[in-house]
């Protein structure tokens, strides 16, 4: 199976701050990796799609990007609403997510 | 507007089965594969099966096989996932969605308890 190991599992942040998470995949996935931000007692809403792409209604301070086996989400200036779980997915054969990530305010 | 609405899960006993069901609308259901993703609680997110548009092509997650069967009935635009010997382990929150995650459902709690 290919792991994805995404790092940080947590990270205390400040409202401003420019957020970087990123999963590392054991095998080639190519482009097929998505991003999900997740809150307390909701179903994942999907922000990245093939690796790169911002999904629709998202706010433009999120991006994602590719080097190499290492696949990021960077959040710029991290508002409020953006504290959250965040999950990255690659499904470029048989599925597989990272572990997460939270996100916490100092 | 994309709905997708799971049914079905409740307190069960270990060994005993139950079948979860998704019901799809605001889209073509059958031109999209689908999917089932749980999280047991507090954990992270879980692939559980995968479907083909056809229904033709199954996937399982290696601790499901044998035990779980993903289908669906695209003249009824709902998803299906049958759930027998049922462990402990199994309990989470199970979330329907098409095969890459655009569209999510809300989720039903499976409790696997004696």
């Known amino acids: 199976d290919i792991q994805m190991t995404q790092s940080p599992s947590s990270m205390s942040v400040s409202l401003g701050d420019t957020v970087t998470i990123t999963c590392r995949a054991s095998q080639d996935v190519g482009i097929y990796v998505n991003w999900f931000q997740q809150k307390p007692g909701k179903s994942p809403r999907r922000m990245i799609y093939r690796a790169t792409n911002l999904a629709d209604g998202v706010p433009s301070r999120f991006s994602g990007s590719r080097s190499g086996s290492d696949y990021s989400l960077t959040i710029s200036s991290l508002e409020s609403e953006d504290v959250a779980d965040y999950h990255c997915l690659q499904y470029d054969e048989y599925p597989t997510f990272g572990a997460g990530t939270k996100l916490e305010l100092k | 507007e994309v709905q997708l609405v799971e049914s079905g899960g409740v307190l069960v006993q270990p060994g005993r089965s139950m079948k979860l069901s998704c019901a799809a609308s605001?889209?073509?259901?059958?031109?999209?594969?689908m999917a089932w993703v749980r999280q047991a609680p507090t954990k992270g997110l879980e692939w559980v099966a995968t479907?083909?548009?056809?229904?033709?092509?199954?996937y399982y997650r290696d601790s499901v096989k044998g035990r779980f069967t993903i289908s669906r009935d695209n003249a009824k635009s709902t998803l299906y996932l049958q759930m027998d010997s049922l462990r402990s382990e199994d309990t989470a929150t199970y979330y329907c969605l098409n095969y890459g995650g655009r569209w999510w459902g809300q989720g039903v709690m499976v409790t696997v308890s004696s």
């Open positions: 479907i083909s548009t056809s229904g033709g092509s199954t």
């Open positions: 605001g889209f073509t259901f059958s031109s999209f594969p």
